[in-house]
Every structure is written in structure tokens, then in C-alpha cells.
């Protein structure tokens, strides 16, 4: 089957595709995930067909990911639904359509326990929808300082057509009180029991009543994607969907709505999707109640841009003056409207207009929720005196995005400039050219090399590093293999169950046994990696404190 | 009458007073405008009353002022109506409330033509709402590059109470037809024949149909301000308000209300408020239509914060260390809130969070219409490494503020980093201290220095003038007095009417009689300088443009 059929069949039902015509072209590469990834084989989610080329971030389990920026923007306005981000934090439940319901209660008149099949009776929308993680580019922010949260790159963000009944149908079916009755939020909620923190285990958290009433938010029980039922990765059979958010107010497999007083009490509603101030670090924020206080929640998505070309470790040759196209994202929240994008090759003392292509129509109150793509040819001459390739957008609301990062405790809603570093560079054949460094890329280069911010962390860790060093070896004599506190793989490998849990990390030997109940991802992601070397997973996700941590259940070290 | 008693009578109406116990102890020397100032005495808005205090930043017509911003925050939450800025674009119209009507129609299956005593009939809220001219600290872009707009400083915004009917209950009693029939924008305009441009003189404007029906926007045709029937100036009997746009979309002398399918066709429209891109100057925009492409008009306010202490010229001792308060506005658009307000006093290397004074309570859908106070204690001993005080502010949708000025033609929006520099100080005595230095303050300081901006732009116009001058001299011998082309005063004096208009500028004599019928602010302003110096008037809003179109009228110089 070639590409564009594929395409089609998995945009099948979604309405007004002329716009499609733009992009199938350039689908390049892209399939569906058809098949079970062996990355997945020894997870709780090894009944899940994933896409090959995704980005994990998390290690295998549980997934989080996003696509090449190349391969997501080649996609075009649609993103397949096999490319989209996923956010999960933990096993991906196993819901049944037949059995699955949705309890609507607390400050309605009459409370309703829905089933799938009564949901999708009622009158539904379909409209495209850019999904955005608030930690998109996070990896940026963390290598700065690493913030609580691991390292997404540019692409956390997509665009796809969602199929679903308007939250506010729902709640006047239910016969919601008003706030003069004292219903001012609506929380919502996954399943119980999902993951190991807050009182039932749940993810949820709340809009205000105003906002879900009002149709112009276009808030929707989405259960189909792209003309498909939704997969398990992005909440089958249905989930929350509210335009111009964070994606983390889009509850997935959602179970409860429930109308109330006061905003959603759940665990993650506090300790997730929040920005405090600079000064605040995880301690100070704990100590000082940040979590609770009211002004520091995140909804609407601010103002972003993100260039795709030149792709990290990209080389252009300067040989014969040729145009370039620069190109990229951007989007906004609150439906505001993306107006500009610009590019400096001047460190911001002029900027250069590129073009926006924009595939949506606003909604009929005049709300934009998709991303535009943009694009501005200079010439490889231009190149020639410029260090650094400088990206901002601005909104209808004259919001711009800043010239440096303010780092957050979440690592989130980070929409500085997007610079690209350039480099003067030479092929094996003596050829001169420039090569592209992107801020902080998932991957390594096709040269192998790092992102700019990753490099500049990387030397300051380098100092810190040799200081640990220095103090570990005079802390311990070194132990010559052979000697009690040294493993072979071999012994390492046999310790993968809830009562002995060992895995190495850089060379080193822990048990992580007696850490399993306590650890904040829950135990099941310690002993996806029991018997194993986990070094890679564990630096993915883990803060310098966690790091650590490590000491104390630390038992020895890895033969060889 | 005591400060307490006047401020009383002024506000006297407004609902929900509660808050004005926080500020009325300190309204200081405020009073109401209870006579004719001198300076409008001989223009067309003779019969105005107008406070004494205000700062006129177009001459002395049409009035077009901002208060100080001691005077203006010392006043508190709520601006005395008489203190409030005023944005005219000529002589204030005389309406009568007995016979002024407002005509509803366009698509309506109801026009009507409504008199302000069927107006006032309607059901009325009464609300604060901070406006703010989209000028607002525009004298920091004109000391970057001239724009086409005259300088603003930082207090052209302001707080007040409103009262008035919603527009869309005006709407919806006129038979408002729906967008499937084609509405789409509500245009609204001032009385005819008022200003020189455009098919009818009038200054008219619209909003979208969805932004004008929706509840949560509060859009007001305002009748009373702080409890009392409207001032000539701020548009009796009734203006447009729209909370959280800027101030240029509140058009004031209502006369007209057209539903239409199309946005607004009048000439202020397309060539007012807007945010052109940084390269575009008034020649391009012209050239190449930027006027009229959609994306550039500006509606919502940005995020904006700026201090009023320490204040301009204000000196502190560094005898002792002692707390200091530093302290400002910050307001954003759209009903965002205003979440964090930032100083920092090491160049943006680190903020500290100020306290913000939160007047309001969110309307019943969560938005936010008001200013916010704020302050952060420091010590003055912080002040002794440290060259400049950065400002910035953060709303709800993680929108900041940006640390340098983007320049646009019409110096509109401006919100980068408010920054206050530092500089060492002695006083007469010998005592070391530091001096305040404003960006671009409207007024000199108590000693006599100009904004920081200000000085810059001057060294740079310092070198420019140089050039100028020597290429004059070259030009033309000197005159010696008595000669043909040298005018005494009294001369000068006697041309005033439009068969003879004569002006001094910077020493040399104008006639601008060929130029009343062109001049873009009309010939009466030209007029009502005629025969006197019109220095200060012409240099505080013209741009580079206009000033070397004068040569065209030069007649000879002045004696002396």
C-alpha cells in the first residue's frame, strides 16, 4: 500500500481534508504502527502497536515520547497518529468500550453513569487540534539546571483531528447547577489505581465551570483521532480534550467528571503542570507550600516557535551562493492567532519576516487551536558572518516569546528564542561549509554531535565531576575484581524480582529492593530494569538529586 | 472640602467601595478639575473643566495627557476621573443628552434609533476596569527611532468604575442577526465630521460579532464613570468600553452601532492601532498596504508593568542601610491575571518576587479587568554594585514581558523590561547617595535630568544635527538683522487667520497658510499657534518626516 493510501485510511471520517493536498506529498517515510516494538516486549504495554521511529524518553517504560522534528514537520498539518507525543505515567490501562464508563456527578441535578455507546449518541464535532506537552523543549531548561522533570526536545507537540461530544452538552445533560448554586469547577479523572501517588491513585485535575460552558473553547470528550477510535496510548476509548491548553489538563481514559465548589484536590492537579517562580527548587517549593498556591497553575499554552531546517548536524556548503529555506512551527493557546514569525541572522538587531502557512479556519467565535508552519529563504551567503540563527513568533495578543530562558522548578513553558548555532565546517574532501547545532536535540547528529546547550551543561558538569571524583577516591580504596564488593553480569542478572531487585548504573552495582514502594515512578519501572544495566534509562528521567540517592543503595561494582 | 470628602463626591454611585479604604489615605493633593485652565483658553475646548496637574503631551490642543506616576499610583486602585488619561484626536464635540441618539442598525431585523434616556432604561452593571492607551510608554520607542505617534510615557493607563449597558443586550433587543446570515463584526463609530479624515469624518472602529455577544467580555456602552454621568473628555454621554482591549477600540461620543459582514471600513481603522513588523516604516506601510492586512491590528492589551518608585530624580541617601520600597502597576490584557511581578538588581541574573495588591475580584467567567499595585522591599545597600532596577510582569497564560524594545512604526505596545538606572550622587553637602534615572519620563526630574532613553537619543541626534547645520551654513549666509527675511515678534504676531498663518520654530519664521487644508491634524491646530512660538508644541508630536517638510515653508528667522 503506498504512503498516501496509508494516509488516507488513517485520517478515514475526518471532514474538510482538502488541505491534505498540501502535505501527503511529503509523507516520506511514514507507516502506521502495525506491530508490537520489541522495545515494549517486556513492559506492561506489550500489547500496544508503536511506531518505530518515536523518540522514547523515558527509557521503554512507561512511554513518553515524541517524533523527529524532520519527521514530524514533513508529516505535514496532520500529524499521523502513530508520530503524535504520548504522556503516560505509568501501564497503559486495558478499557473496554463495552464496559467502560464515565460517572457524572457532585453539582448536577441528575447524576449519569454513561456508557461509550451512549456517549457517541450524542451531536459531536470534529476539529483539528495541535496537543502540546507544557514541557515541550524542556531539555533546554535542564541543561540549564536540571529541573523534576525529564528531557523532552521541540517536538512534544502535534496536530490532529479529534472527533467528540462538547464537554458542555455532557453537563447540561447532567443538569449542572450554576455558580450561584456553588458549582464553579469541573474535575475529572482516569481510572483508580493507575498510578502509585494521591488518595485513589487517579490522574485528574479541574477547568473552571465558565470555561467548560463556554462553546467558544470548544472543550470536547474526544473519542476518535483522525476519523479512528482512539488508540491506548492517547486514552481509548475517551478522553478529555481542551483546545489551546497544556496537554496535561487532557485527561485520557477518562472515568469521572464530577462538578464542584473548589478546584480538582488530586495529587497530580498540585504537583504537576505548574511554573513557579525562578528562585523556587523542589525543597523550597515543599517547604513553602508553592504547589497550593493558586497562581502558579498553567492552562492556556503561550506563544512557541521551533525551526525543523537546518536540522541539527546539518551541513551546508558555502561553494556557490544558493537560496535556503528555514523552516518551522509555531503555535499559541487560548485560541489566540499566531501573526509573526521572524528570523534574526544579526543576534536580534533586525529580524526578517517569514512566511506562515496556515491550514485551519478559526472556529466561529474566532479561536485558533492549530500550529502554522513558516517558512523564509535567505541565501547560503548569509551564512557567512552570522553564529547563531535566531527563531521568535508572535500572537494576537502582542505576546512574543523571550530572548533567554527562565528556568522552573517543572522545567515547563519554556518558549525562548530557538537558536540555532552555526558552525564553519569541512567534509573528509576539504570542502567548506557551515553545520547547524540545534539547542538541545533528542538525539545525536547524523555527525554525532550534541546540542549546543548539552555541550556548554556538559563542560560545567565536567568540573562538578571531577570534584565527585576526587572525593570518592579518597573516600574508597578501589576494589580489584575478584574481591567481595565485585559482580559479574552474570550474578547481577539473576537479581529481578520484588525480593531482590539489583541493576547497574555507570559501572556500578545497587539494589534497589528495599526502593520499590517508595519510588516516586513506582516499582514497576525499577524492575523493568532488574538484572540489567539501566544507566542510559536512569539519567533520562532522574534529577541530580536522584542521582545522588544512588549511594545509598549502592553495593558494589560491575567485573570489568 | 477635605481630600477624603472630594474623592467621596467623586466616586460617589460606584458599588462595591470597600476597597477604597486601602487608598484613600493616600490621595494626597488630588482635586477635582473644578475650573477652566489657562492653557484652554483660547482653543475650541474653552468650556472644559480639566485639572491642573495632568501632563499635556500634544501642546495645548487637542488634549491628549497622562498624569505623573506618583500622582496616578498615589492615588490608588481608583484614578479620579480628573486624572485619567485622555486620548483626543481634536476638539471635544458638544452633545446634548436630550437630543444625542445612537442609531442601531447594519444586520438587525430591529434598527433603532435609541435616545440616552431609552438607554439608560436598559439593565446596567457597573464595573472597574483599567484602560490604557495603546501608546502607553511609546516616548521610549520615539527615543529609539521617531514613530509616527507623539510620546507617551508610562502613565497613559488608568482605573476607574464604569457603568453601562452591555452591548449585547443593545444587540439582541435590535434583532441581531446571526453569523449563518452573514453578521460577523459590530462597527461602531463617533460623531460625523469631527475629524479631517476619512469619507466622514468620524472615528470608527468594530469588533467581531462572537467578541461583542460573548457575556464574559463585559463590553459596556458606558454612561457613568467612578458614579457620575461622563466628562466632555472621556465621551458624553456615552462611550464604547471593552475591558482588556486597548483604549483606542473604546470609542467615545457614541453615535452609531452597524452590524456588518466585514470589519470596519473607516480610515482611523485600518490606520490606527496597529503593530506593524519592526522593518516597516511609515513609507513602506504605505507602499506596500501593510495598513490593510488583518493580522497586524491590535485588540487585547499585552502584559506590562512599570515602577513608579524610586521615581525620576529621586535621590537616596547611603548614609545608613535602610529598607527601601520599590513599587509600580502591572496590568495584562484579554481577562488574563497578572501573576508574578520581578525585579532584579544584578542585570536578569536573578528576580525577586515583588508582593502584588490584587484590588478585584474575577468576573462570574474568571477574567480579570485591573491593574495590579505591587512592591518589593530591598535595602539600600543593594543598590551600591548594582548600575539598573529591570521590571517585569507575567499573567496567567506565561506570557512576559520582553528585555528590549521591539520598534514598530506606531510605537504601539511597548512592554520590554521597565529599567531604571542607577547613578552615584552627591548633594551639596557632600553626602554620597544614588540618583533614579527614568527611561523616557514625560517631564524633567526635580534635578533637572531627562529620561536615560532620552539622553542616548540625544547623543545620537547630536551628531545628526552637526551634519545638518554645517550642510545650512553652507547653504546660506547668515541674515543680519534688519535685512529682508528678518521678522520681529510683533510681525510675526499679526499673521493668525487663515488668509495668513505664521509660526516660530526653533528660532525661524513659517508661514503654513498653503498647508492648513493638508496638515494631517487639520488646519485648526496650525491655526491656534499661529503668530505665537510653536517650538515645544511642534517638536512634541511630529515626526523626523514633518520636520524636514518645514523647510518648505520657511519664510526667514526670527530677530534676536
Redesign the interface.
Known sequence: MGVSALVAEEVQGAPAQAHLDKTTADWGLHRLADGIDQKDADTPDNWIPRHPKILRLTGRHPLNCESPLDLLLGAGFVTPVSLHLVRNHGAVPKLDWKTHRIEVGGLVNNPVSMSMDELVKFPSITIPVTVTCAGNRRKEENMIKKSIGFNWGPGSTSCTYWTGVRLCDILKHAGVKS?DQGAHFVCYRGPKGELPKGEDGSYGTSV?L??AM?P?NDILLAYKQNGRWLTPDHGFPVRMLIPGYIGGRMVKWLSEITVTKEESNNFYHYHDNR?L???VDAELAKEEGWWFKP??I??????QSAAARPAHDEVVSLKHNKPYKIKGYSFT??GR?V??V?VSLDD?S????ATIHRFEKPN???KYWCWVFWDLTVETFDFTRCKEILVRAWD?????Q???I?WNVMGM?N?CYFRIKIHPHTDASGNIGFRFQHPAPIELGKLGNMGWREEEHLRDEAIKTVTTEVAAVQAAAPKPPGSKNVYTMEEVSKHTTEESCWFIHNGKVYDGTSFLDDHPGGGDSILINGGLDATEEFDSIHSTKAKEMLKDYYIGDLQG
Request: proline share 12%; hydrophobic share 25%; no cysteine.
Open positions: 455558580p473552571t465558565a470555561a463556554d467558544s511554573v517562580p525562578p528562585h497562581d502558579y498553567i492552562n492556556e499554552l503561550n506563544i493557546g487560548g492567532k501573526i509573526r521572524e536580534g533586525s529580524w526578517r519576516q466561529p467565535y474566532g494576537s495578543s502582542q505576546n512574543g523571550p530572548a533567554v527562565t513553558m518558549n
